[in-house]
Nanobody, 124 residues
């Protein structure tokens, strides 16, 4: 089992940047596919980005492609989400998630463990 704790959220103006981090407990972090999801008020949670166990493969939602970058450090048990050129529509609670079994995925139900979320607010 792994526990996930996100950090780095906050308030930023449109066009600005934020870097989210997710710290994972446990000695087996490198076996998990890691993902970031987000949930805006009144909307369903949606996929943002995912990264394979080795970090060699990544996937992004079309809405963030070219602006967000996911990365991981297996030695430090962390995964990050660098968010640039932020837009008001990026405002949401951002969740880190871990998938114990499988390949890189955008499907929420495939992720086994979730963090508590961190709020990102982008003002216009």
């Amino acid at each position: 089992q792994v526990q996930l704790v996100e950090s780095g959220g906050g308030l930023v103006q449109a066009g600005g940047s934020l870097r989210l981090s997710c710290a994972a407990s446990g000695p087996t972090f490198s076996i998990y596919v890691m993902g970031w999801f987000r949930q805006a008020p009144g909307k369903e949670r949606e996929f943002v980005a995912a990264i394979s166990q080795s970090g060699g493969s990544t996937a992004y939602a079309d809405s963030v492609k070219g602006r967000f970058t996911i990365a991981r450090d297996n030695a430090q048990n962390t995964v990050s989400l660098q968010m640039n050129s932020l837009k008001p529509e990026d405002t949401a609670v951002y969740y880190c998630a871990a998938d114990r079994y499988g390949t890189i995925s955008s499907r929420e139900y495939e992720y086994d463990y979730w963090g508590q979320g961190t709020q990102v607010t982008v003002s216009s």
